[in-house]
């Protein structure tokens, strides 16, 4: 294998090749063994699940092949905060074997409380220290945490990836930028953990103080997660810090980063299917998808002792991608989040996310980023305009040569996503601007 991508660093780095490497039979032998573990844990401990499995007319005995589990009931976030505290915990909170706390932030209803054991601690600390291997890291690397430490997973989620790996821990939380810059330098970090856009406003500000970390720094790796990071910005934290950045995925309520996370190929997460199980459902009918194709994301937890999950449903859209990656990894690889089944639209029956408007417009050199999808109804169908906005040197006073592009848009549109909307070119800077989030989507449609 040649080195074309990433750290630059010579061979691949593995923290646990045994998993990461594991053949898929004896990979699903473990996963059953530990899903009817599970399963059986969720129906002696925890009131909800006993509840679920009876309605449903299930016992743990019915669970005898990896299908089965698409027999077991689901768990929503709303359940999650009905069971707030400790309702969904398997063991009591006020027991020895229960070692820590961490919760969602709770802005809209009761927080999402979760519990860790040891074990559970342990096992997710592995999880991050695959992270550390994956951009080139290892028990020599110094590993600077920038992700805020608390209630919130980041910072105590990576800071244990360190500590499993026997990397140097630099624990900074987020904060005192300046300060950040400095210790990076001095300490001589290799490897950075926070979000993305903190690892950009940690690298501008390096510059800003005169300093070119990607010539000076030893910083080489970035794993950044806990919010969507563009190709676009990438790009410019792994030019201006001079690192290999790698998209960590993780959610409070079913673990903190590490329950996937990209290599340095860079072409998908690899999922800690030792640890979850990744479904892949239709989010109306709930019945699963295609590899390859969208879907809800769902997990289910397979070692957790203190908070197990059954059948989670994330409402994170992404997909199982084919094929085998070349860091011969055999964890299976879920795409980058595309959205949330909140933002999904339904055209004509084709399931549909803005984002995927977005990747057919980024290969038009017309237009810029902005745009808008408005629904209306006509009759009784949904009707659908796509707005996108030209860039200032596109000559807006020929109509046939907007004509021409509203086509090739259209076509393009038509033979990606299999949807019909209707192109509407607009001109420089007249789609709206956004401060905080770009609106996108604009539902005039009366129900
Ligand atoms: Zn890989």
């Excluded at 010579?10 to 063994?33: N, T, V």
Aim: proline share 4%.
């Amino acid at each position: 294998m040649t080195d074309t991508a990433g750290t630059g660093r010579g061979p691949e780095k593995y923290f646990q090749p045994e998993i990461e490497k594991m053949d898929r039979e004896s990979l699903e032998a473990l996963q059953l063994e530990r899903l009817k573990q599970t399963v059986a844990r969720c129906y002696e401990n925890i009131d909800f699940y006993k509840a679920a499995f009876d309605e449903a007319g299930i016992t743990p005995g019915d669970i005898n092949t990896l299908d089965d589990l698409q027999k077991l009931p689901f768990t929503t976030k709303q359940d999650m905060r009905d069971a707030y505290p400790f309702d969904l915990f398997a063991i009591p909170a006020t027991d020895a074997r229960v070692q820590r706390f961490h919760a969602s932030s709770g802005t809209t209803g009761n927080a999402t409380v979760v519990g860790y054991t040891q074990n559970d601690i342990d096992n997710w600390g592995d999880t991050f220290a695959r992270a550390i291997a994956q951009v080139g890291g290892d028990e020599q690397s110094v590993l600077q945490v920038s992700y805020g430490y608390g209630l919130f997973t980041g910072g105590l989620g990576a800071h244990e990836g360190g500590i499993r790996m026997g990397s140097a821990i630099m624990p900074m939380s987020s904060g005192n930028t300046k300060r950040q810059v400095q210790m990076m330098r001095d300490m001589g970090a290799d490897i950075l953990a926070c979000t993305p856009s903190y690892a950009l406003l940690i690298a501008d500000t390096a510059i800003d103080l005169g300093f070119d970390p990607a010539k000076d720094f030893k910083i080489s790796g970035a794993i950044c997660g806990a919010e969507p990071c563009s190709e676009g910005m990438r790009k410019e934290i792994e030019e201006k810090l001079g690192v290999t950045m790698v998209d960590i995925y993780g959610l409070s309520e079913v673990m903190g980063p590490g329950v996937s996370c990209e290599c340095r190929y860079q072409n998908g997460l690899h999922v800690a299917e030792d640890h979850f199980i990744i479904e892949i459902l239709d989010p109306q009918t709930l019945e699963p998808v295609p590899d390859g194709e969208y879907g809800e994301v769902v997990f289910t937890t397979l070692t957790k002792e203190c908070s197990p999950l059954i059948r989670y449903r994330t409402r994170d859209i992404s997909r199982i991608l084919l094929g085998e990656c070349e860091c011969g990894r055999t964890l299976r690889r879920m795409d980058r989040i595309q959205g949330r089944t909140d933002d999904m639209l339904i055209i004509r029956g084709v399931n549909v996310f803005p984002s995927q408007f977005q990747e057919v417009l980024a290969s038009f050199d017309e237009l810029t980023s902005y745009y808008q999808i408005v629904l209306s109804n006509k009759g009784p169908l949904d009707h659908v305009v796509l707005k996108v906005e030209t860039v200032p040197s596109f000559d807006f006073d020929e109509i046939r040569k907007i004509e021409a592009l509203q086509k090739r848009i259209d076509a393009e549109i038509k033979s990606n996503l299999q949807v019909s909307v209707e192109v509407k070119v607009v001109e420089p800077k007249s789609i709206e601007r956004s401060e905080g989030k770009a609106r996108r989507v604009i539902d005039e449609r009366v129900k």
